[in-house]
Protein backbone atom coordinates (compact mmCIF):
# COMPACT_ATOMS: atom_id res chain seq x y z
CA UNK A 1 0.00 0.00 0.00
CA UNK A 2 1.36 3.74 -0.79
CA UNK A 3 0.82 7.08 -0.17
CA UNK A 4 -1.87 8.40 2.67
CA UNK A 5 -2.69 4.66 3.24
CA UNK A 6 0.36 3.04 3.74
CA UNK A 7 0.13 2.50 7.56
CA UNK A 8 3.60 2.41 8.81
CA UNK A 9 3.57 6.41 8.37
CA UNK A 10 1.02 7.69 10.82
CA UNK A 11 0.86 11.77 10.85
CA UNK A 12 1.82 13.44 13.18
CA UNK A 13 1.16 17.00 14.41
CA UNK A 14 2.52 19.08 12.16
CA UNK A 15 0.99 16.51 9.17
CA UNK A 16 3.73 15.12 8.25
CA UNK A 17 4.25 10.98 7.67
CA UNK A 18 6.31 9.96 10.81
CA UNK A 19 7.27 7.18 12.11
CA UNK A 20 10.08 5.22 14.63
CA UNK A 21 12.73 3.19 13.20
CA UNK A 22 15.36 0.39 13.92
CA UNK A 23 18.40 -0.16 11.86
CA UNK A 24 21.28 -2.78 12.03
CA UNK A 25 24.95 -1.63 10.95
CA UNK A 26 26.16 -5.25 10.37
CA UNK A 27 29.79 -6.24 9.80
CA UNK A 28 31.20 -9.53 8.51
CA UNK A 29 34.32 -11.05 10.16
CA UNK A 30 36.30 -8.97 7.74
CA UNK A 31 35.20 -5.73 8.67
CA UNK A 32 33.28 -5.08 5.75
CA UNK A 33 29.69 -3.56 6.77
CA UNK A 34 26.29 -4.64 4.76
CA UNK A 35 24.53 -2.08 2.59
CA UNK A 36 21.68 -2.10 0.71
CA UNK A 37 20.79 0.25 -2.16
CA UNK A 38 17.43 1.93 -2.39
CA UNK A 39 15.57 4.22 -4.90
CA UNK A 40 12.58 5.99 -5.14
CA UNK A 41 9.45 4.27 -6.85
CA UNK A 42 8.55 7.85 -8.51
CA UNK A 43 12.55 8.81 -9.35
CA UNK A 44 14.72 5.04 -9.56
CA UNK A 45 17.62 7.37 -10.99
CA UNK A 46 17.39 8.83 -7.03
CA UNK A 47 19.55 6.50 -5.32
CA UNK A 48 21.23 5.77 -1.89
CA UNK A 49 22.87 3.45 0.61
CA UNK A 50 21.67 2.39 3.61
CA UNK A 51 21.73 -0.09 6.47
CA UNK A 52 18.90 -3.37 7.05
CA UNK A 53 16.08 -1.86 9.35
CA UNK A 54 12.75 -0.28 8.91
CA UNK A 55 9.43 0.75 11.39
CA UNK A 56 8.48 -0.52 14.14
CA UNK A 57 5.30 -2.26 14.53
CA UNK A 58 2.78 -0.93 17.02
CA UNK A 59 3.74 -1.56 20.68
CA UNK A 60 7.58 -3.36 19.20
CA UNK A 61 10.38 -2.38 21.06
CA UNK A 62 13.51 -0.96 18.84
CA UNK A 63 16.16 -4.38 19.32
CA UNK A 64 12.95 -6.03 18.18
CA UNK A 65 12.51 -4.23 15.70
CA UNK A 66 15.80 -4.32 14.25
CA UNK A 67 15.88 -7.81 14.64
CA UNK A 68 12.70 -8.60 12.43
CA UNK A 69 13.78 -5.97 9.98
CA UNK A 70 17.15 -7.69 9.92
CA UNK A 71 15.56 -11.05 9.25
CA UNK A 72 12.73 -9.88 7.07
CA UNK A 73 15.67 -7.95 4.74
CA UNK A 74 18.22 -10.02 4.90
CA UNK A 75 16.89 -13.56 5.61
CA UNK A 76 19.43 -13.47 8.45
CA UNK A 77 17.88 -14.33 12.76
CA UNK A 78 20.02 -13.88 15.71
CA UNK A 79 19.64 -13.01 18.88
CA UNK A 80 19.04 -10.08 20.98
CA UNK A 81 22.09 -10.76 22.66
CA UNK A 82 23.83 -9.96 19.81
CA UNK A 83 22.75 -6.29 18.84
CA UNK A 84 25.50 -3.71 20.45
CA UNK A 85 24.02 -0.25 21.73
CA UNK A 86 21.91 1.63 20.30
CA UNK A 87 24.82 3.21 18.93
CA UNK A 88 22.78 6.40 16.96
CA UNK A 89 19.97 8.20 17.44
CA UNK A 90 19.00 9.86 14.27
CA UNK A 91 16.11 12.01 13.24
CA UNK A 92 15.55 12.25 9.51
CA UNK A 93 13.43 14.13 7.21
CA UNK A 94 13.65 12.96 3.75
CA UNK A 95 11.21 12.70 0.12
CA UNK A 96 9.69 9.46 -0.47
CA UNK A 97 6.66 7.94 -2.02
CA UNK A 98 6.07 11.18 -3.19
CA UNK A 99 6.12 12.75 0.41
CA UNK A 100 7.95 14.64 2.37
CA UNK A 101 8.66 12.03 5.64
CA UNK A 102 9.70 12.00 9.36
CA UNK A 103 11.65 9.27 10.75
CA UNK A 104 13.15 8.78 13.99
CA UNK A 105 15.88 5.56 14.25
CA UNK A 106 17.73 3.79 16.73
CA UNK A 107 21.07 2.14 15.08
CA UNK A 108 22.36 -1.49 16.72
CA UNK A 109 25.44 -3.10 15.53
CA UNK A 110 25.64 -6.68 15.01
CA UNK A 111 29.02 -9.33 14.16
CA UNK A 112 28.01 -11.72 12.00
CA UNK A 113 30.11 -14.79 11.47
CA UNK A 114 31.29 -16.29 7.63
CA UNK A 115 28.57 -18.76 7.82
CA UNK A 116 25.41 -16.22 8.57
CA UNK A 117 27.13 -13.97 5.48
CA UNK A 118 27.05 -16.52 3.24
CA UNK A 119 23.27 -17.88 4.28
CA UNK A 120 22.71 -13.22 3.73
CA UNK A 121 24.70 -13.59 0.18
CA UNK A 122 22.68 -16.59 -0.39
CA UNK A 123 18.99 -14.53 -0.12
CA UNK A 124 16.82 -17.10 -0.18
CA UNK A 125 15.40 -16.60 3.12
CA UNK A 126 14.97 -13.30 2.93
CA UNK A 127 10.93 -11.98 3.57
CA UNK A 128 10.45 -8.70 1.17
CA UNK A 129 6.96 -6.58 1.65
CA UNK A 130 5.89 -5.76 -1.79
CA UNK A 131 7.44 -1.94 -1.37
CA UNK A 132 11.01 -3.27 -0.43
CA UNK A 133 10.56 -5.41 -3.62
CA UNK A 134 9.88 -2.13 -5.92
CA UNK A 135 12.15 0.34 -4.03
CA UNK A 136 15.46 -1.98 -3.42
CA UNK A 137 17.83 -2.50 -6.02
CA UNK A 138 20.87 -4.46 -3.80
CA UNK A 139 22.58 -5.12 -1.44
CA UNK A 140 26.51 -5.23 -1.14
CA UNK A 141 29.44 -5.78 1.37
CA UNK A 142 31.15 -2.87 1.44
CA UNK A 143 35.01 -2.18 2.86
CA UNK A 144 34.73 0.74 5.32
CA UNK A 145 37.00 2.74 2.92
CA UNK A 146 35.70 1.43 -0.55
CA UNK A 147 32.08 2.85 0.81
CA UNK A 148 34.22 6.30 1.41
CA UNK A 149 35.40 6.51 -1.99
CA UNK A 150 32.33 5.61 -3.41
CA UNK A 151 30.31 8.78 -1.42
CA UNK A 152 33.41 10.94 -2.85
CA UNK A 153 32.38 10.03 -6.21
CA UNK A 154 28.45 11.23 -4.99
CA UNK A 155 27.03 8.17 -3.70
CA UNK A 156 24.67 8.98 -1.37
CA UNK A 157 25.04 7.10 2.17
CA UNK A 158 22.91 7.70 5.30
CA UNK A 159 23.25 8.18 7.62
CA UNK A 160 25.35 11.05 7.02
CA UNK A 161 28.75 10.19 8.32
CA UNK A 162 28.29 6.40 8.32
CA UNK A 163 31.47 5.62 7.50
CA UNK A 164 33.09 7.58 9.92
CA UNK A 165 31.00 6.36 12.75
CA UNK A 166 31.03 2.43 11.73
CA UNK A 167 35.04 2.43 11.81
CA UNK A 168 34.42 3.47 15.26
CA UNK A 169 31.84 1.14 16.26
CA UNK A 170 33.99 -1.35 14.15
CA UNK A 171 37.53 -1.27 16.76
CA UNK A 172 34.70 -1.06 19.96
CA UNK A 173 31.60 1.24 20.93
CA UNK A 174 32.40 2.85 23.67
CA UNK A 175 28.68 3.18 25.22
CA UNK A 176 27.95 6.62 24.10
CA UNK A 177 24.93 6.78 22.00
CA UNK A 178 25.57 9.17 19.44
CA UNK A 179 22.51 11.70 18.27
CA UNK A 180 22.37 13.37 14.64
CA UNK A 181 19.01 15.16 12.98
CA UNK A 182 19.19 15.09 9.08
CA UNK A 183 16.75 17.06 6.72
Known sequence: MFGDGFTEWPLDADGYPHREAARVVLFDPQGNILMILGHDIDDA??????????GLEEGENPKDGALRELREETGLEIGADRLIGPVLYRESTFRFLAKTRKQDELFFVAHITDCERRQIDEGKDAQLTALEKRVLAGYRWWALADLAAEHAR??????????????SWLEGWDGVMLRRREG
Open 154 to 167: GALVFPVGLVDMAQ
Open 45 to 54: NYQWWFTPGG
